[in-house]
C-alpha cells in the first residue's frame, strides 16, 4: 500500500530556531513530491520536488529530494510566528491515465515569539 | 482571478441522510480532485474528475461518488452518512496537461450527528 509517513508529528520551537521536517514514502510508482503549508483550511502550495538532490529554494524554506533513499526534508531558517501551521507532504503516484495524491499526517509548528 | 471556491462552508447533517458538496475550480483549470481530511490527519485522496469522467479514486466505499459538469465544476455526493464521514472536505484543481500543482478550496466542514 502506497504511505507517505512524515516526522516528528508536533514541533514547538522559539523565533530565529532552524527546523528540518521530514518526510519518507513507499510507492508503487513516483511522478512528485509536493510539499503544503496549511494554516486554516486551505492547503498551499510550496514546492515541487521531481529530481534527486536538487534543491529548491523560497525565500527562508528550502527543500531537497533523496529519490534513492525515498525521503525529503523541508528546512525552515530563522523561523517566526507566521509559520507556524501544518506541513503536509504528498506523493504523486501515476495511475491508468492520471494519478493520485498521497498525504502524510502532517507536523504542526509552532514557533513561540 | 477567482481560486477554487467550495459551498457550502460549514453542514450539519444527521445519520443516514445524504450530502452534496460542490466546488467550482480556478479558471483555467479543467481537472478537480477531492480529498477528506479528518481531524488531525492528512488530506485522504477521494477521487479526480477530468473531462467529466472519474479518472482516479481512492479507497473510499460506494457511498461516496462525483460528478464533474462540462463547465468543469464538480459535485461530492455522500450517501448514508455516518459519524465517521465528520470531516473537512477539500476540493482541488489544477490542468490537465503541464504541472500538477493543485490548487485547494477553503473546504466544507462536514459534522454528522
Known amino acids: 500500500e502506497d504511505k507517505v509517513v512524515q516526522s516528528p508529528l508536533s514541533l514547538v520551537v522559539h523565533e530565529g530556531d532552524t527546523v528540518t521536517l521530514n518526510c519518507s514514502y513507499e510507492?508503487?510508482?513516483?511522478?512528485?513530491l509536493l510539499w503544503y503549508k496549511q494554516e486554516k483550511k486551505a492547503p498551499t502550495f510550496l514546492f515541487m520536488l521531481?529530481?534527486?538532490?536538487i534543491e529548491k529554494k523560497s525565500g527562508r524554506l528550502s527543500s531537497i529530494l533523496d529519490k534513492k533513499e525515498l525521503f525529503s526534508i523541508l528546512n525552515i531558517t530563522a523561523t517566526q510566528t507566521g509559520d507556524s501551521a501544518i506541513y503536509l507532504c504528498?506523493?504523486?503516484?501515476?495511475?491508468?491515465?492520471?494519478?493520485?495524491?498521497?498525504f502524510g499526517a502532517g507536523t504542526r509548528l509552532f514557533v513561540k515569539a | 482571478d477567482a481560486g477554487v471556491t467550495q459551498s457550502p462552508t460549514h453542514l450539519i447533517k444527521t445519520r443516514g441522510q445524504q450530502v452534496t458538496l460542490r466546488c467550482s475550480p480556478k479558471?483555467?483549470?479543467?481537472?478537480v480532485s477531492w480529498y477528506q481530511q479528518a481531524l488531525g490527519q492528512g488530506p485522504q485522496f477521494i477521487f479526480q474528475?477530468?473531462?467529466?469522467?472519474?479518472?482516479q479514486r481512492g479507497n473510499f466505499p460506494d457511498r461516496f461518488s462525483g460528478h464533474q459538469f462540462p463547465n468543469y465544476s464538480s459535485e461530492l455526493n455522500v450517501n448514508a452518512l455516518l459519524l465517521g464521514d465528520s470531516a473537512l472536505y477539500l476540493c482541488?484543481?489544477?490542468?490537465?496537461?503541464?504541472?500538477?500543482?493543485?490548487?485547494f478550496g477553503p473546504g466544507t466542514r462536514l459534522t454528522v450527528t
Open positions: 479558471s483555467g483549470h479543467d481537472t
Open positions: 521531481t529530481s534527486s538532490g
Open positions: 482541488a484543481s489544477f490542468p490537465g496537461q503541464g504541472t500538477h500543482e493543485q490548487y
Open positions: 474528475y477530468y473531462e467529466e469522467e472519474e479518472r
Open positions: 510507492v508503487t510508482n513516483f511522478r512528485s
Open positions: 504528498a506523493v504523486e503516484v501515476p495511475e491508468a491515465g492520471g494519478f493520485k495524491t498521497i
